[in-house]
């Protein structure tokens, strides 16, 4: 038999992330830098299993590394719930929750904006997706009142709102959506993986019954890891224990982040609790930086003024400069690159997305100055 090829594989060890050292202003990334305490710890933890030294069975009981009281006390008190537990990301998250509590059948009511593995997670059990609308372009908004009469028309199981989402950072009104899940007792679900560990959110104070976050995408860790924290009266649907293995989580088959994810998460933990206390200068800033590139002719999407870093604009122009250069659509990419600049989508020209978190007012500016010229030459 033929063996497979390696030679792709053996570059990995001498290679460079391109972007290694650039300004980063990519939406997936931005919140997911590490630490350098979880780089560190990267590297010591590397190898598999290594968080189950000290297991007895449960692995958010471990007490060596501090699993144990990151999961049963940092954790809850971050989100704001009774119990909290550690997944493979939102989506896994999101997952759970809807496995074990609907029926192939059941409804469940979601935000049009909502990120895409929502609806993969819905799909692969058989729910009834029903999306409330958005105000359509150029704002996107959804307003949770909307949630009510598809709650009276479809009864459903359960009401998720992705708080923000994915495609304009927009923060709909979550405590609104909470007083309406309360009045038809219906258990409401926030997606955060945008929002848990970038900004505060707590999930009491909104009224929700489950909050998910992303470690990967938000909290300064690598991955795939994420979040998840409920209400106590859920614990024992979502977090039921096994028949056969009675320390067992049967949704979570067990245990989830069996090694270094876990790691770097913890390891970040400390300076994430400590960032989201800066999240006003994070307004600030991503709504100056709106500013200037808006200046420049880019067209911001989604609310106005902005209260989230992830941006997404129209750029008609680089679109109009694309369609005469020999690299097509790359050439923004690579006008970026050579500047220092990591972020849009290679290839993307007509909207971009960018975020404004990981990056200071001087590198933004450095950022929009690199605009302003790259539009100055191709015009
Ligand atoms: C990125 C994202 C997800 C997926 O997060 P994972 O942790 O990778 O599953 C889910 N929802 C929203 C709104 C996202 O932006």
Known sequence: MEQPKKKSLEKLLHMTRQHKDMINIMP???????????????????????????????????PNPPIQEFVHELLPQFLGCDVATITHGAREGIFAIMHSMARPGDSIIVDRNRHYTTSVAAERLGLNLIKVPNSDHPE?????????????????????????????????????????ARKYDIPYIVNGAYSVGRMPVNMAEIGA?????????????????????MKKKWQEIVLRKSESHKNKELELLGCTLRGVPLITLMASFPHVVERVNQWDEQVTKAQWFSGELEKLGFIQLGEKPHKHDLLAFETPMFYEFSQ??????????????ERGIWGPQ??????????????????LSYVVDSFRAIINKYS
């Open 28 to 62: 997936l990334q931005t919140g997911s830098i590490l630490t350098p305490a979880a780089r560190e710890a990267l590297i010591e933890f590397g190898d598999g299993y290594s968080v189950c030294d000290f297991c007895t069975g449960s692995l958010a009981n471990i």
């Open 346 to 363: 290679p290839g993307m020209t007509r909207n971009i997305k960018t975020s404004s978190f990981a990056a200071s007012r001087e590198q």
């Open 140 to 180: 996107f908004k959804i307003d949770v009142n909307n949630y009510i009469p598809l709650i009276e028309e479809h009864k459903p199981r359960m009401l998720l709102l992705t708080y923000p989402d994915g495609s304009y950072g927009n923060l709909p009104d979550t405590h609104r959506l909470g007083e309406i």
């Open 209 to 229: 019954d489950f909050i998910v976050g992303s470690a990967h995408k938000s909290m300064a860790s690598t991955g795939p890891a994420g979040v998840l924290g």
């Open 324 to 337: 005469h250069v020999r690299e097509r659509g790359y050439f923004l990419y690579k006008e970026l690159k």
